[in-house]
């Protein structure tokens, strides 16, 4: 009976609207961290106690062609380019006040006979040297790095009017080598650097000794940050540096996509004579699909379905993308048990929380395509109306190179140009770009989408059912005695559309959704993606770690090994002694603040559970330490500890400034709120987190292994492993 029920009849009633959550009002902490005698780590940046050049061990790195970081910091009243080698560890650095004049010679010498490495310099520390080395004063550079910084103007443009010319020296920029787009500082923590540190001070205060000290100090924390960096990327670089030499242009600072644009347009301008430039095509444009011959489909539905397609319009946006008509990007596609949709991005399954297992009846097979995109590119003779049919003379020697490189097990090179072939197809929509063409990059994507549901319905009306389908892929669960008619499928479709396929066979697949899964192949390895993967594991792909920040990877090991091999969530916990799987990275915009509140002490308490209590932790010798102190790796005795717990926990409540990047770990016994320093609001996922910028030798005692075992509980359940 219904709950409004009266007699007969009922009464209707607007449903009772919830309560509002009361939103709690927070307040911005006090920034204490911008008061003068706010001097963080001032003892250890006063005894800085760093490897030096002298002039007989610098002579003797520049005959070893020894490779050196290099960053630069400027105060309206300090000036400072630091270097270090990337061999040795040595370091040198020039700096300038209202007291003391620049080494110009110095600097220069070392810019012009060393190959120096940095993040972001080409725009910023590479003019901001040239202009030092000119002989300008500290304001002078602070306003030049002000303009640069907040106006935004180009490096050429400040050169120009100050009649400096741009230093011409031996350098690679990492900003661009590096995937997608982070700060140093989140890059070192994705290679779980020692340290993270933001800048220690405003950028426009005039800077005491003290602070000037501790900005020294940092800046050559930076730099062993970008030393971690440049490691991490030596592959890339090293590629870099092959293509420039193959092709003539100096590709060692660009992305895969620069690299693709560059290397193309250099060719093109070879074969034709002349310079190649970007169209220019006007927002507004619209473009039809062009269906190639081999996309037929069997069912009417799908017919339908192909018509919709044909006559959609894509037009080009104010940005120069291009959009997705409506009638398609709300366009469900059903077939058999599964929806698929389109996008700009390719075609997608809707599957969540759900598992799919191989067993004696039934196999379980992940089908890609090989280079599917360029495949598509090549198959149909497509190129940029604006370069011409040469455009396929360059881009097939780029794909066969990759081809070539895989089938030889080069992984690096065959993934790096596996990444340039893909960047190339990404400038097809940027009108930034020589490449740019909407409507080549229209004709490939729905292309590749249309030939893919081409198969996925031939395979469904034949009994094959297809469980997940991703931009160039499929995962099929197949009855085993419709194994052939499963390979006669995939020939036929080969022949069709003149694509080729690679298998690799599951024992079981996991999905959270389309984009995030764990697959277990025959071997017992497994292949996750999304949420679930774990680039800390490959150890032979460090570069690989630079795609996302770390966020409680023992959990996705915890995972995997309950999956894989039954192994309960809390013995991969506990049998861990590695402080890096249980850390998570996090950009902060404005920075972050962690509040330590007052606690109360409990009576009858024990010194050694008050300074437990307070957050310190045991070390060797019999000796306490404490994470959240400036000096991180301090060890204090019984006695010292004591008293530091009493006033820690009774006294006063104590903020500690983390800066934009941030590192932490779940404690058990770490109480206060970390919030956003512009606004006071609660960080993400911070409940219960301990700071921890700088990464200890030893595994914290306050580790809360019930936190990271419930949150591997939760990947289990987002996985469909638990029945709702």
């Keep these: 009976m219904r709950p409004d029920s009266i007699g007969f009849f009922w009464q209707d009633l607007p449903p009772e609207k919830k309560a509002k959550v009361e939103k709690v009002k927070r307040t911005p902490p006090p920034r204490d961290w911008e008061k003068p005698d706010y001097l963080p780590g001032l003892k250890e940046a006063l005894s800085f106690n760093v490897p030096m050049f002298d002039s007989d061990t610098l002579f003797m790195a520049c005959l070893n062609r020894e490779k050196l970081v290099f960053d630069i910091e400027i105060y309206p009243n300090y000036f400072l380019a630091a270097f270090a080698s990337l061999e040795t560890g040595r370091v040198i650095y020039f700096e300038s006040t209202h007291m003391t004049q620049l080494d110009t010679q110095g600097l220069s010498f070392v810019l012009h006979n060393f190959l120096t490495i940095g993040f972001n310099s080409i725009p910023f520390d590479l003019p901001m040297a040239a202009l030092a080395i000119a002989g300008k004063s500290v304001p002078e550079l602070k306003h030049a790095a002000n303009q640069i910084i907040f106006e935004q103007m180009r490096a050429s443009d400040i050169l120009k009017t100050a009649k400096v010319k741009k230093l011409q020296v031996d350098h690679v920029d990492l900003i661009e080598v590096a995937p997608l787009r982070a700060s140093l500082k989140i890059y070192g923590g994705r290679l779980h650097a020692p340290k993270m540190q933001d800048l220690p001070f405003p950028p426009d205060i005039m800077l005491s000794p003290e602070q000037i000290a501790i900005v020294r100090f940092y800046c050559i924390n930076d730099l062993s940050n970008t030393a971690f960096l440049s490691m991490a990327l030596r592959e890339q670089v090293s590629l870099r540096e092959s293509m420039s030499q193959q092709y003539g242009i100096d590709l060692r600072s660009k992305s895969d996509a620069q690299i693709a644009e560059a290397v193309i347009t250099h060719e093109l301008e070879k074969i034709s004579g002349h310079r190649v430039y970007r169209p220019k095509i006007d927002p507004g444009t619209f473009y039809k699909y062009n269906t190639p011959s081999f996309i037929r489909y069997e069912t009417p539905m799908m017919n339908h379905m192909l018509q919709i397609v044909q006559g959609a319009y894509f037009v080009v946006a104010d940005t120069g993308s291009i959009c997705m008509p409506p009638e398609l990007n709300e366009l469900e596609i059903r077939i058999a048990n599964s929806v698929y949709r389109m996008g700009i991005g390719g075609l997608h399954s809707s599957e969540e929380s759900t598992y799919h297992k191989a067993d004696e009846k039934k196999l379980l097979r992940d089908i890609d395509v090989e280079s599917f995109y360029p495949k598509i590119i090549l198959n149909q003779g497509l190129y940029p109306h604006h370069l011409g049919p040469a455009f396929l003379i360059v881009y097939e020697q780029i794909v066969s190179r990759r081809l070539a490189a895989k089938g030889r097990g080069d992984k690096v090179v065959s993934d790096s140009l596996k990444i340039v072939i893909n960047g190339s197809y990404g400038k097809l929509g940027s009108k930034y770009s020589n490449l740019y063409s909407p409507d080549l990059l229209i004709q490939v994507t729905i292309t590749g989408q249309l030939s893919l549901l081409m198969l996925i319905e031939r395979l469904e009306l034949r009994g094959i059912s297809v469980v997940s389908a991703n931009t160039d892929g499929i995962v099929v669960s197949c009855d085993r005695d419709k194994e052939g008619l499963l390979n006669d499928i995939i020939a036929w479709w080969e022949r069709d559309t003149n694509f080729k396929m690679e298998a690799t066979d599951y024992i079981a697949i996991y999905s959270r959704d389309v984009n995030s899964y764990v697959a277990i192949k025959k071997d017992g390895k497994t292949k996750t993606k999304g949420a679930f993967a774990n680039p800390w594991a490959d150890v032979k792909n460090p570069a690989g770690r630079l795609h996302k920040n770390p966020s409680c990877q023992i959990c996705i090991e915890a995972v995997e090994a309950m999956l894989t091999k039954g192994v309960p969530i809390m013995t991969t916990l506990k049998s861990s002694k590695d402080v890096r799987k249980f850390v998570s990275v996090r950009t902060v915009k404005g920075g972050a603040v962690k509040l330590y509140d007052p606690i109360p002490i409990p009576e009858h308490s024990t010194p050694e559970e008050l300074i437990r209590r307070a957050g310190f932790y045991e070390a060797e010798g019999g000796t306490w330490r404490h994470p959240a102190y400036e000096e991180n790796l301090a060890h204090f005795s019984t006695e010292d500890a004591y008293k530091s717990a009493q006033t820690m926990l009774t ?36 409940a219960g987190a301990r700071p921890l910028m700088e990464l200890p030798n030893e595994l914290p005692s306050d580790i809360d292994f019930a936190w990271y075992e419930a949150e591997a509980e939760g990947l289990l359940e987002d996985l469909g492993y638990y029945p709702k």
């Design 651 to 686: 006294v006063f409540a104590r903020q500690e400034y983390l800066g934009k990047a941030v590192r932490w770990y779940y404690s058990n016994n770490c109480p206060g709120d970390m919030v956003y320093a512009s606004s006071g609001n609660l960080v993400p996922k911070s």
